[in-house]
């Protein structure tokens, strides 16, 4: 049956962009908040709006809220756009005794899978089905047509698919829309956390560049702007949504009485990212917690999350700065060719980018066994080709069609083509990364990275003398050097301990 109206759960920034986009698609839209003033801005916005073709209708009460659905036998269809955690779980309880069978709840927040699993639980009682949905591309995305990552009963998701291919970004190549199902359970908003690592990863290796290009060779905010929207244009940071931003905030002025200043809107901004310290945002730290669980490897996440986490408590921070002293970050001295070295910067932010894609989908790939949802790696780059944060068309046009060839592989650095990208621009992220420390400049993510890449392909890493000391300590057992079935072997505990020093 055809989905002719929603109900939209939350009337802020994304709900509120999500009312209008399925309005002029010509759905019925009811809008409903815990905060009527959100209510009552957004149909104050609604009364001023053009090209709406579904009625709109905005609602204080929640039970007529839930009583505007389901007319004429249809089913109702909610979209959940509030804080993950308890309010989601509050709204549930309040409109549970309106539900019936076949109805659909769209939870389009940044929610936990188990939290999604849990609730489809509760839900399949009464025939209702959760459908976990990972939403990406900000408010911006919701008002024009987002990605989308939907998990869930797959009944559930036939019937939602051809209204979300309707409202799906479209990736400009090919015109398909960047919604997929993912898979059963939790699968659709366990993509979306990890694409939200990726994104921190992508984001701290940005800034990193910025901040050596600023203090390191003094380039000027117009200048740097220039460069990334050069960046932007060609080469493998092509039609990358992170660095068309930045372009885009190092260019923009203040306004004083509509007029244009000489002043940057960015140097307003303070340096505290505290989405991750005060909890409104938890889909980075979930990634770096699944990475350590599922044993995968996630250090430029990881990094860019400790630098987000470390700069919101920038009362402390101070306080440390005192006690500490550091050095600030310098200039870089002796530049022969600044030129050559903002190429080698360039290559070592695409290379920080794409191993925070391997990262990722190797995280999605081990879940995805873990779990049995049977994901598919190369859906995941095609729905990230538009309307999303981490949309990189160079790194989707490499990973897509090679992911689409072997859907079992679990580390994608073995991909030819990943290893030798990573292999090329090894040398240009050490030269960087050694520059930048060696002036004192922040560098969490890049340097990261550097370490990942060598150490996940090293041959024999110095953790030998790390098993040894704790066999030492804690009998714990060790395998053997070209020793068959143990060099290399699986990933299990060895047959052999030395008594080092009797008890």
Known sequence: M?????GIVGAGNMGSMMGFAFSELGLGVSIWDAESANVDNFMKQVDQADGLIGKVCGFHDISKFTASLGQDGARKVFLFSITHGPPADEVLKKIKPELRKGDIILDGGNEHYRN????????????????????????????????MSPGGNNAALDAVMPLLERYAAKDPKSGAPCV????????????????????????????????FLTRGLGLDYDQIGELFTTWNSEGELRTNFLVKIAADICKTRKL????????YVLDDVLDKVVQDDDCTEGTPSW?????????????????????RVASGNREERLKVAEKLSISEPQSIQDVKDRDQMIE???????????????????????????????????????????????????????LEPVLK?????????LIDCVGSELQRNYSALKDIVSQGIAADHYMPALS?????????????????????QMDYFGAHSYNKPDAPGEDPGPVAKGPHHFEWKPA
Not at 2 to 6: G, S
Not at 289 to 302: D, F, G, I, Q, Y
Not at 458 to 463: D, H, I, S
């Open 2 to 6: 055809e989905i002719k109206q929603i």
């Open 116 to 147: 999604t699993e849990r609730r489809q639980r509760e839900c399949q009682d009464a025939g209702v089905d959760w459908i976990g949905m990972g939403v990406s591309g900000g408010f911006q995305s919701a008002r024009h047509g987002p990605s």
């Open 180 to 211: 997929s199902k993912i898979g059963p359970g939790g699968s659709g908003h366990f993509v979306k956390m990890v694409h939200n690592g990726i994104e921190v990863g992508m984001l701290s290796a940005l800034c990193e560049a910025w901040g």
């Open 256 to 263: 004083t009485n509509d007029k244009l200043t000489d002043d």
């Open 287 to 307: 990634s770096i917690m699944e990475s350590a669980t599922r044993h995968v490897s996630c250090p430029t996440l990881a990094a860019g999350f400790y630098l």
């Open 344 to 398: 080698s910067l360039r290559r070592a932010v695409y290379c920080a980018f794409l191993a925070s894609y391997c990262q990722g989908l190797e995280l999605i790939a081990r879940a995805s066994i873990d779990e049995d949802w049977d994901i598919s790696l190369s859906e995941c780059i095609r729905i990230w080709r538009a309307g999303c944060i981490i949309q990189s068309e160079f790194i989707a046009d490499l």
């Open 405 to 413: 060839e072997d859907k079992t592989i679990t580390n994608v650095k």
């Open 448 to 468: 990261a990275t550097l370490e990942y890449v060598k150490y996940t392909t090293g041959k024999m890493l110095p953790t030998k003398f790390m098993e040894a």
